[in-house]
C-alpha cells in the first residue's frame, strides 16, 4: 500500500474533522456522530458481504457483542471505558469467528448463510432479553461522568473526532485489504469459490478471517454506540435495525468499495432526515424511503453511488478521448 | 415437575399453533420450491394481511372468517403483481439481488404499515373470541381450534390443486426442470407469480384464521417470519407436507419451551432448532438436495 | 509424476468409473480421451480433490493425496482447468491470473508483474485491463489456463480446453500447449478435438463407460477396433475395414 492509497483518505478525514469548528448546532453533530457509528458498522459488514460476497442478515450480533461487552465490563468489573472499549471489539471478533466457524465450516452459503446469521442474532437478543448479567429486558445503564479518563466527553465534537478517527482507520485497513493477497483471495472467492479453490485458495481460512475482520470493525461501532449514549438494550444492541442499516449503506453506497459504507451511510440518513423535514416527524417513514432506495438499487445502480460515479468519470474520459481524437 | 395435563394442554396448544405457524410456512416453502428464492418480504406480508383484517372489522364490521373471501383473491392479486413486475424484474435473475429486493420489500411494508397506523397493539373483537371446546380433558380456545381446522383444510386444498389441476402441474414442472418446462410452452413467468400469489393468498387466510386470537402490531410479521423459516428449513424446503409436520412440531416445542423456560427464553428452542438444521442437515426432513 | 490406482467412484447405484489406473509421466503430455458420459470430467474431478473416490487411491510424487484438499493439491503443484470456464468475472484479465501468481508470491505487485508476462505466454498482452466477463469464449480459455499456469504447477490438469474453440483457434492454442510442457511442466488433458489429441499427446487412455478399454500411442489407438466401437457403435470397426462392394 503506498502513500498515494493513504493520502485520499486523510485528506477527507481531515476535511470531515474541520466541521466542528463550522457547525455549532448539536442537532447536526449528533446526526454526524450517529450517522458514523452507522457507517463503521457498515464498513465492517461491506468487508464480509461486498469484499468477500457472503451476505450477512445477522451483523447485529457483532454490534450488540461490542456495545454490551462495553457496557457490562464497566458498570459490573469497575474495567476502564477505554480498556472496556478494546475489550469490546474483540468479543465482537470472536463472536464473528465463532459463528464463522460454525456457518462456513458446515458450507452454509447465499441464503442458507443469510438465514443463519439472522438465526444467531436472534439468539443472542433473546438471551439478552433474560439474562440478569444485561440487565435483561430493561437494559443496562453506563454511568453519566464526563470525564476523558471515562471516554466521556461534554462536547458532540469530542465523539464526532473519535468516530472520525475509527472511521479512518477502518478505511486504511480497507484499502490495505484491497492490495493484499488476502484481499485478492477474499474477492476471488466471492466471484467464483470453486475456480479459487483451484487455484490453492484455502477459502475456509479466508472466509474466517474475513468475518473475524468484519465483526471486530461493525463490534467497534457497537462499542462507540455504548460510550455516546450510555444506554442499551437487547432491542437496540441486538435488534434488526442494525444489521439492515449496515448492509443498506454499502449497498447503496457501493459493494465492495472502500469509501460505499461511509457514502452510503451519509446519504441514507441525509435523505432520511430530510423526509422527516418534509412529512414531518411519522415514525418509520425513513425507513420507507430506504426500502425504496434499497429496491432501486439493486434494479438500476447495483454498483451503487460509487459504481455510478465510476461510471460518468469513464463516460467524461472517453468523451475527452473522442475529442482529443477528433481535433 | 409439571402435571401431565398440563403438558398435555401445552402440547394440544401447541399443535393448534403449530397448524397456523404451518400455513404461514406453506407459502413460504412454496415459493422456495417453484422460484428457488427465500422470500423475506413473507412476514412482512403476514403483517400487511393482519392489518387488512383489522381494518376490514373496524370500518365494515366484517367477520375475520368471511374476511377470507375478500382477502384471499386481493392478496393473491397483490402477489402476482409484486413478482412479476417488481421482483422479478428488478433481480435481473441474480440470487443475490433477489434476497435484498425481498429485503427492501420487508422494510418499506412493514414502515408503511408503521407509519400508518403506528406501533401500537391492536387486536379485534369477536363474539367468539373467548369461547372455548371442552374435549374432556381440557379446554381449548374454539378460535384456535378454528384455526387449526383451517389451516389443515387449505393445506389439502393447496395440495389438490398441485396435484390436480393443470396450473398445477405447470407449477410442479416448473419446480422440477424450469428450462424444460418453457421448453414445453410453459410461461414461467407466470407460473412464478402464480406461486407467489398463492403463497401471499395463504397467508391472508392465516391473517383471518390469526386475528381472533392474536393481536397485530407492525413488528408483529417479524416473529413469524422467522418462526417460518425455521418450519420450512426443518421441513426441507419446497415440501408441503415437511411444512405442515414441521409447522407442528415448532408448534409443540415453542409451547413446551414456554412451559419450561418461560415466555421470553422459551423462544430460543426454535432458533437452537433452526441453527442445528442448518448445521447439520440443511435439507431438513423432507427436502430434495439443494 | 501422477498414478491414478485402482479409482472407482459410485454415484448411489451408478458406477461413474470402474477400477481405472491410469499414469501422467513427468514431462510429457498424456491424453484421456472417450464418448460422453465416459466418466472423464469425474476422474479429473477426483485426481483434483473436488470429489472423493469410492475405491483407489491417488499418488502424486509417490505421495498418497487421496484424501487431500482441493487447496492443498494446488499447493503441492497440480493445477487444472474448468470444462465449463470460470473466470473472475468483475476482475481484469490481469486481476484473474494474479489470484493464481498469488499462491507462491505474497506480495501484491510480484503478483501481478508475473501475471502480465503469464498473459503474454497465453495470448492476452493485449487485453490485460479488460474485465474477464468481456472476453471471448477463446479469451476465456486462454484466461483459464494462464490461471492455473500462475500457480507454478508441476502437473496440469486441462479439461477440455479446446472446447468451443473454432479450427483456426485451435491451431494458435496448440503450440501454447506445447511451450508449457517444454517448459517442463506434465500435462493430463480430457479432449474430444482428435486433431489435438494426436499432435500433442505422446500417450493416450481411452475411457467408455467408466472402464479404460485401450491405451497407447495416438495412432495405434485410434486404429483399435474396441475404441471405434465405442465411438461409433457395435460392428462399425468391422464394417470400417471391410473392403468396399463392388459398384454396379
Redesign the interface.
Known amino acids: 500500500m503506498s502513500g498515494r492509497d493513504v493520502l485520499p483518505i486523510v485528506v477527507i478525514g481531515g476535511l470531515l474533522a474541520l466541521i466542528p469548528f463550522g457547525v455549532a448546532s448539536n442537532t447536526l453533530l449528533n446526526f454526524l456522530v450517529f450517522t458514523l457509528i452507522i457507517a463503521i458498522a457498515a464498513q465492517g459488514w461491506n468487508v464480509l458481504g461486498g469484499y468477500g ?1 457472503q ?1 450477512s ?1 445477522g451483523h447485529s450480533a457483532f454490534f450488540g457483542t461490542g456495545a454490551y461487552a462495553t457496557a457490562i465490563l464497566q458498570v459490573h468489573a469497575g474495567v476502564n471505558a477505554w480498556l472496556a472499549f478494546g475489550l469490546g471489539i474483540l468479543a465482537g471478533a470472536l463472536v464473528g469467528l465463532a459463528i464463522g466457524a ?2 462456513f465450516r ?1 458450507g ?1 452459503r ?3 448463510f ?3 446469521t ?3 442474532a ?2 443472542f437478543r ?2 439478552a ?2 439474562i440478569p448479567l444485561t440487565g435483561a ?1 430493561t437494559g443496562i445503564l453506563i454511568k453519566l461522568d464526563a470525564r476523558p479518563v471515562n471516554f466521556q466527553f461534554h462536547s458532540r465534537a469530542a465523539f464526532f473526532w473519535i468516530g472520525l478517527v475509527i472511521m479512518l482507520v477502518a478505511l486504511i485497513a480497507t484499502r490495505a485489504l484491497e492490495r493484499s493477497r488476502f484481499g485478492a483471495f477474499l474477492v476471488a472467492l466471492r466471484e467464483n469459490e470453486d475456480a479459487a479453490k483451484a487455484l490453492g485458495v484455502d477459502t475456509l481460512r479466508v472466509k474466517l478471517g474475513a468475518i473475524t475482520l468484519s465483526a471486530a470493525i461493525t463490534g467497534a461501532a457497537g462499542c462507540l454506540y455504548a460510550q455516546y449514549f450510555l444506554y442499551l438494550d437487547p432491542t437496540i444492541a441486538y435488534g ?1 435495525w442494525i444489521s ?1 442499516e449496515a ?1 443498506l449503506a454499502p ?1 447503496v453506497g457501493g459493494l465492495g468499495t472502500a469509501f460505499g459504507p461511509l457514502i452510503g451511510a451519509l446519504t441514507l440518513h441525509g435523505l432520511g432526515n430530510l423526509t422527516s423535514l418534509l412529512v414531518g416527524r ?4 425513513d ?2 424511503v ?3 432506495l ?2 432501486l438499487v ?2 438500476f445502480a ?1 454498483t451503487g453511488l460509487v459504481g455510478l460515479a465510476h461510471r460518468v468519470r469513464d463516460r467524461m474520459r472517453q468523451r475527452t478521448a473522442l475529442s482529443a481524437g477528433a481535433a | 415437575m409439571f402435571a401431565p395435563d398440563i403438558i398435555l394442554t401445552a402440547v394440544l396448544n401447541g399443535l393448534l399453533t403449530g397448524a397456523v405457524y404451518a400455513l404461514i410456512a406453506l407459502g413460504l416453502t412454496l415459493v422456495y420450491g417453484v422460484l428457488h ?2 422470500n ?1 418480504a413473507h412476514g412482512a406480508l403476514l403483517t400487511a394481511a393482519m392489518f387488512a383484517v383489522l381494518v376490514l372489522r373496524l370500518t365494515f364490521g366484517l367477520d375475520p372468517y368471511l374476511a377470507i373471501l375478500v382477502l384471499a383473491p386481493t392478496f393473491y392479486l397483490a402477489g402476482y403483481a409484486l413478482q412479476r413486475f ?1 421482483i422479478g ?4 435473475g441474480s ?3 433477489i ?3 425481498t ?13 400508518l397506523f ?2 401500537d397493539t391492536r387486536s379485534i373483537d369477536v363474539p367468539y373470541g373467548f369461547s372455548s371446546v371442552d374435549i374432556g380433558i381440557t379446554l381449548l380456545s374454539l378460535p384456535r381450534v378454528i384455526a387449526f381446522g383451517g389451516a389443515l383444510m387449505v393445506a389439502a386444498l393447496l395440495w389438490a390443486f398441485l396435484e390436480l389441476t393443470d396450473t398445477g402441474k405447470a407449477i410442479r414442472a416448473v419446480a422440477k426442470e424450469r428450462l424444460g418446462a418453457s421448453l414445453v410452452g410453459i410461461d414461467v413467468e407466470h407460473v412464478y407469480a402464480v406461486t407467489f400469489g398463492l403463497g401471499t393468498a395463504s397467508l391472508a387466510v392465516a391473517a383471518c384464521l390469526l386475528m381472533p386470537s392474536f393481536y397485530v402490531t ?1 413488528r408483529v410479521g ?1 416473529a413469524f417470519v ?1 418462526v417460518a ?2 418450519i420450512v ?1 426443518l421441513g426441507g424446503m419446497g415440501s408441503i407436507p415437511g411444512a405442515l409436520i414441521g409447522g407442528l412440531i415448532i408448534g409443540v416445542v415453542e409451547s413446551l419451551g414456554g412451559l419450561y423456560l ?1 415466555e ?2 422459551g ?2 428452542g426454535i ?2 432448532i ?2 442445528l438444521v ?3 442437515r ?1 435439507t431438513g426432513l423432507f427436502g430434495a438436495k ?1 | 509424476m501422477l498414478r491414478a490406482e485402482r479409482i472407482t467412484k459410485r454415484f448411489g447405484g451408478l458406477t461413474a468409473i470402474d477400477d481405472v489406473t491410469i499414469t501422467a509421466p513427468a514431462g510429457r503430455i498424456t491424453g484421456l480421451i472417450g464418448p460422453n458420459g465416459a466418466g472423464k470430467t469425474t476422474l479429473f474431478a477426483i485426481v483434483a480433490g473436488f470429489e472423493p473416490p469410492s475405491d483407489g487411491c491417488v499418488l502424486f510424487e509417490d505421495q498418497d493425496i487421496t484424501t487431500e484438499a482441493t487447496h492443498r493439491r494446488t499447493l503441492r503443484g497440480i493445477a487444472r482447468t474448468f470444462q465449463i470456464v470460470q473466470p473472475f468475472g468483475a476482475l481484469t484479465v490481469r486481476e484473474n491470473i494474479a489470484v493464481g501468481a498469488h499462491l507462491r508470491h505474497r506480495a501484491r505487485r510480484d503478483a501481478l508483474i508475473r501475471a502480465e508476462r503469464i498473459a503474454a505466454r497465453v495470448g492476452l498482452a493485449g487485453e490485460l485491463d479488460k474485465p474477464a466477463a468481456n472476453l471471448t469464449v477463446a479469451g476465456r480459455k486462454r484466461l483459464e489456463l494462464g490461471r492455473a499456469l500462475a500457480t507454478e504447477p508441476k502437473l496440469l490438469l486441462l479439461d477440455e480446453v479446446l472446447a468451443g474453440l473454432n479450427p483456426s483457434e485451435i491451431r494458435d492454442v496448440l503450440p501454447v500447449i506445447r511451450a508449457i510442457r517444454d517448459g517442463g511442466v506434465t500435462i493430463l488433458m480430457v479432449e474430444h478435438v482428435m486433431q489435438a489429441v494426436i499432435h500433442l499427446c505422446e500417450h493416450v487412455y481411452v475411457l467408455a463407460e467408466g472402464r479404460l478399454i485401450a491405451e497407447g500411442a495416438p495412432a495405434a489407438v485410434c486404429q483399435d477396433s474396441a475404441v471405434i466401437e465405442a465411438y461409433l457403435g457395435r460392428g462399425a470397426a468391422g464394417r470400417l475395414s471391410a473392403p468396399e462392394p463392388g459398384h454396379a
Open positions: 460476497g451476505i442478515f460454525l456457518s458446515a452454509l447465499g441464503s442458507y443469510a438465514l443463519i439472522l438465526a444467531f436472534e439468539v433473546i438471551v432479553n433474560t429486558a434488526v439492515v448492509l449497498i411519522v415514525p418509520g417513514i425507513l420507507v430506504y426500502g425504496i434499497l429496491v439493486i434494479a447495483p | 428464492i427465500i423475506f417488481v424484474p428488478a433481480s435481473h440470487d443475490a439481488n434476497l435484498l429486493v429485503l427492501g420489500l420487508s422494510i418499506i411494508i412493514e414502515n408503511a404499515l408503521l407509519a403506528r406501533s407492525p417479524n422467522l423459516f425455521t428449513v418461560g421470553s427464553l423462544q430460543i432458533f437452537v433452526f441453527i442448518l448445521l447439520l440443511p439443494a
